[in-house]
Nanobody
Framework: VQLQACGGGLVQAGDSLRLSCVASRRATGYSMGWFRQAPGQAREFVGG????????WYADSVQGRFTISRDNAANAVHLQMNSLKPEDTAVYYCVDQLGRSTEPMDASNWGYWGQGTLLTVSS
């Protein structure tokens, strides 16, 4: 499975941006999500969404500002990011295939990773 993420760029604090990721195959039944990694920091869970969209998870740091959604017909997951802050600056990675009944915030529980897209938020 290949994951192609896009939508990163340079924005100012307070701006909004949407990241998108398309999987090369239909991920029937699997959750998808996003992680991020800032320079010199550990990889951090951002958000996840179950296949049917009935359940989502968010990191505390983005709760209320970011919204994850998916389009199963297009094998895609999106991350709408509002009220961006400089501390949101990171490479954002799309992830796919969360192991059944596992913790989404644990990076090791995701089966596939995209190549990452860089978001830079200036102050």
């Amino acid at each position: 499975v290949q994951l192609q993420a896009c939508g990163g760029g340079l924005v100012q604090a307070g701006d909004s941006l949407r990241l998108s990721c398309v999987a090369s195959r239909r991920a029937t039944g699997y959750s998808m999500g996003w992680f991020r990694q800032a320079p010199g920091q550990a990889r951090e869970f951002v958000g996840g969404i179950m296949y049917g969209g009935s359940k989502t998870w968010y990191a505390d740091s983005v709760q209320g500002r970011f919204t994850i959604s998916r389009d199963n017909a297009a094998n895609a997951v999106h991350l709408q990011m509002n009220s961006l802050k400089p501390e949101d600056t990171a490479v954002y990675y799309c992830v796919d295939q969360l192991g059944r009944s596992t913790e989404p915030m644990d990076a090791s529980n995701w089966g596939y990773w995209g190549q990452g897209t860089l978001l830079t938020v200036s102050s």
